[in-house]
C-alpha cells in the first residue's frame, strides 16, 4: 500500500514558478512509476507528467513541454513537479498518482489529495 501527500501548491503570478512535491510512504514506493495530474474548474482530469520508478524516463504533456520538469529522489521517497512560466491556463489541482500503465494511465487506488495552484493574470 502507498500513500500520497502532495505539497507546494498555491498562489503565483504569470510567469512565476513552483515546485509541488509528493511525498510517498510504503515500503515499496520507489519502485512505483509516478505521475502528475491536474484538473481544472469544470474541466476533466488531464495527464501531466510522469516518471519511471528509476527516473531515468519521463514523459510530459505538449501543453507543458518546456515549461516543467518531473524528478523524483528515491531516497526521500518524494517525486517533485518544477512549473516555469506559468499563466492561468495552468490553473488547477495538481494529483499525484501511481502509473498504472505508462505513461498516462493511473492506478485507480493510489492517489494524494491534491494541492492547489493558482495563477493570476
Known amino acids: 500500500q502507498v500513500q500520497l501527500v502532495e505539497s507546494g501548491g498555491g498562489l503565483v503570478q504569470t510567469g512565476g514558478s513552483l515546485r509541488l512535491s509528493c511525498s510517498a510512504s510504503?515500503?515499496?514506493?520507489?519502485?512505483?512509476?509516478m505521475g502528475w495530474f491536474r484538473q481544472a474548474p469544470g474541466k476533466d482530469r488531464e495527464f501531466v507528467a510522469a516518471i519511471s520508478w528509476s527516473g531515468s524516463t519521463t514523459a510530459l504533456a505538449d501543453s507543458v513541454k518546456g515549461r516543467f520538469t518531473i524528478s523524483r529522489d528515491n531516497a526521500k521517497s518524494t517525486v517533485y513537479l518544477q512549473m516555469n512560466s506559468l499563466t492561468p491556463e495552468d490553473t488547477a489541482d495538481y494529483y499525484c498518482a501511481v502509473i498504472d500503465r505508462w505513461p498516462y494511465k493511473p492506478s485507480m487506488d493510489y492517489w494524494g489529495k491534491g494541492t492547489l495552484v493558482t495563477v493570476s493574470s
Open positions: 510504503g515500503r515499496t514506493s520507489s519502485t512505483y512509476n
